[in-house]
């Protein structure tokens, strides 16, 4: 199976996209949510739970596979496929968050990126060559460029040379990237720019055309909800758009809160990613179409019922919200699994849901109706 992306339907209000982008390892319906496994495994749940609530394709980290167990390890392996025993496609970063989360950790020059691992000490240099070697020799279905995810806030001057790095490490990465095709013969991976420049509109605009000159497999934006107000970020969204090919897929970086998603969506884009859902269930909180509800309130001490009477999970059709509190609160590790289970599952059928409004061409509605219950 190759690659492809297809537009199937527009919503006829807004610039929400109903799509089906086509992998090696599986068709992923868009807009999609991508869950976090940033070790090689999304916290708490088998592969077995993935599939069982129908996540379709899964994020890996770069960064940390690198350091542990190692590239070529798991290279050994057959790959990030074989090594974690998941056969749906699979999303690498870059490292170039984490470039941005361990800024006390590192040094950034125009060669690349020399860290310091959180783990050992050791000393380690990541450039766009590297890192596209590391990423194809992973195995993901999809790679990302190595880029500056630039800290908020930065002034414009900071900005505006973060975003113009990020551009010069995009070409070298494609320049890389395409050799290796070239070497392997085939192409069984799709490489995303990514898009930079803070919150300022006009660096945003010339990053936006830059990458898309490079002409990558898809796009994706980056250096959002790093702590810039919603409204920014959603302005964000919007500057850029218009820049990004109709035909390709579109990726926010590291947003995941249901109406961030929405807004998103809105705004025609495709693929999202988040710790959020997982997050959230380990430290005792769920999502449901009524809003969040913090599992630990002593409010639930005897309560019966489950977190949400409608939802069709394995959690709510067999546990009641009081033992859920219990375990939370007794530090049990099934808390964690069912909670995170939970929550995946609602993130999963939240996705399916604005699918299908989009298909229906009630797209607006839905979120509306969304929003009054969610925020009630």
Known sequence: MEFSFTVL????NTKARRGIYQTPHGIIQTPVFMPVGT????KALSPKDLHDN????IL???????LRPGHKLVESFGGLHKFISWDKPILTDSGGYQVFSLSDLNKITEEGVKFKSHIDGSYHLFTPENV????????ADIIMAFDECTPYPATFAYADQSQKRTTRWAKRCKAKFDE???LKGEKKQQLFGIVQGSIFTDLRQQSANDIVNINFDGYAIGGLSVGEPKEVMYEMIDVVEPYLPYDKPRYLM????PEDIIEAVKRGVDMFDCVVPTRYGRNGTVFTYNGKVNIRNSKFKTDKSPIDENCTCYTCQNFSKGYLRHLVHAGEILGAHLLTLHNIHFFMDFTKQIRLAIEEDRFLEWANSFYNSFFQ
């Open 9 to 12: 339907k527009k919503d006829k």
């Open 254 to 257: 590291g947003v995941g809160m």
């Open 60 to 66: 890996n980290n770069t960064y940390h596979m690198y």
């Open 180 to 182: 290796i095709i070239d």
């Open 54 to 57: 129908e996540v379709q394709i």
């Open 39 to 42: 070790q090689g495994t999304v």
């Open 132 to 139: 596209m070697e590391i990423e194809t020799s992973l195995g």
